[in-house]
């Protein structure tokens, strides 16, 4: 007997349905269905996925790598839902060399939607229509797409409406505004991530926009850049998963972090007594991580998977920081996320030796990468550790 794969994922949320419970009704007992069977096959209540899971012995399989988000987007998620077992095989280019996720801070009023249905915060929409005013042309000429996400569809109406009144029709076109629910499968460049939430809204209130499937979907729509657009306290003043999402960002921008692996890299160096800066410009080009340690300088790369690196434009790039006195090595997401420890070792050797220096078994340097693969016995200044 054949098998028939089944994908899907228990932490975004399920289909949505007009079914209503008396015409499943009809329909269960008009194929001779029992009580039990019918609940079975609910479609009201159960996905294909939520079906087949219920109905085998093993465990499902989990898929771990993850290609869609930029490792600051998806850190989140892999530690907030999927117990850091995610690898990472997405790219951690920056648009604009701004950083991969960031956070509005907006104390607006919501209130409820028109006929008292959904809710709307118009302070919200009108704070994201002016980003997207400011931003939206550069983001397509960049040929990036770009989405506004929302828990509520009073609130994504309400700003489709203001954008089609204010915005020429050839970029309200190349935009996509909806709710979570209706955004979910789809994804974008860059999204905007309206929470609508306010100081004053009960715990009731609060746990249809915070249900933790719904806010990993309007994450986990973005691919290089998310911008989320809320009450910052407010969100915080909850035990949620909007309140650890606020807590994960303001770590990340207070530390000046592109990613939560660059910010474990920084973490794991001071335990072992070398301080690292984040935001040093050298040549016009922002370092990653910067050391400066017993009179040698490094710059130290946190990338995203390989076959998603430029090799020629970072080569490029490296040289011109190498001819300003640094040292630079770079390090991938994987390598980062499987095996931190040696990535430190790596950096304490650099920094103890010198020029020249015998490479680590399987350690590449950037030409060696981009060509043959063949391992060098002694190199330079730049150490490409994709291994």
């Given at each position: 007997m054949l098998g028939v794969?089944?994908?899907g994922d228990r932490r975004q949320l399920t289909h949505i349905t007009s079914l209503g419970p008396g015409r499943e009704s009809r329909i269960a007992e008009s194929v001779g269905f029992a009580e039990n069977?019918?609940?079975?096959f609910s479609y009201r209540t159960r996905s294909c996925f939520g079906m087949a899971a219920s109905r085998v012995s093993e465990d499902p399989v989990f898929l771990d790598m993850h290609f869609r988000s930029h490792p600051a987007i998806i850190?989140?998620?892999?530690?907030f839902f999927y117990d850091n077992q995610l690898e990472f095989c997405s790219s951690s280019t920056s648009v604009n060399s701004q950083p991969a996720i960031g956070w509005i801070n907006v104390s607006g009023e919501s209130r409820a939607g028109p006929g008292d249905r959904s809710r709307m915060n118009l302070p919200e929409a009108e704070r994201v229509i002016s980003e997207l005013e400011r931003e939206l042309r550069t983001l397509v000429g960049l040929g990036l797409s770009v989405g506004v996400v929302t828990p509520y569809r009073a609130q994504a109406e309400l700003i489709r409406r203001r954008i089609s009144e204010?915005?020429?029709d050839d970029l309200v076109e190349q935009l996509t505004i909806a709710t979570a629910h209706r955004f979910q499968g789809d994804e974008r460049g860059v999204i905007y991530f309206s929470t609508v939430i306010d100081g004053q809204m009960s715990e009731r209130q609060v746990a249809f926009p915070s249900d933790a499937n719904l806010v990993n979907v309007a994450l986990t729509r973005a691919r290089r850049r998310l911008v989320?657009?809320?009450?910052?306290?407010?969100?915080?003043?909850?035990?949620?998963?909007?309140?650890?999402l606020a807590r994960y960002v303001s770590r990340l921008e207070a530390g000046g972090f592109d990613s939560p692996l660059e910010q474990a890299l920084h973490e794991a160096l001071l335990d072992r007594g070398v301080s690292a800066?984040?935001?040093?410009?050298?040549?016009?080009?922002?370092?990653?991580?910067?050391?400066?340690?017993?009179?040698?300088?490094?710059d130290i790369e946190c990338d995203g998977a390989a076959f998603?690196?430029?090799?020629?434009?970072?080569a490029a790039r490296d040289r011109l920081i190498e001819d300003n006195g640094w040292m630079v090595v770079r390090f991938s997401a994987r390598r980062l996320?499987?095996?931190?420890?040696?990535?430190?070792?790596?950096?304490?050797?650099?920094?103890?030796g010198a020029k020249g220096l015998v490479a680590p078994r399987g350690v590449l340097c950037t030409k060696c990468a981009q060509n043959s693969g063949k391992v060098h016995g002694l190199v330079p200044t730049r150490w490409n550790l994709y291994c």
């Open positions: 794969p089944v994908f069977e019918a609940k079975d850190g989140f998620s892999n530690e204010s915005f020429d989320v657009v809320g009450n910052l306290s407010a969100c915080l003043s909850h035990r949620n998963v909007l309140a650890s800066e984040t935001g040093q410009v050298v040549a016009g080009h922002r370092l990653d991580l910067a050391v400066s340690h017993l009179g040698k300088r490094l998603h690196q430029d090799f020629a434009r970072d996320g499987r095996d931190l420890d040696s990535c430190v070792d790596e950096v304490l050797a650099l920094l103890a």
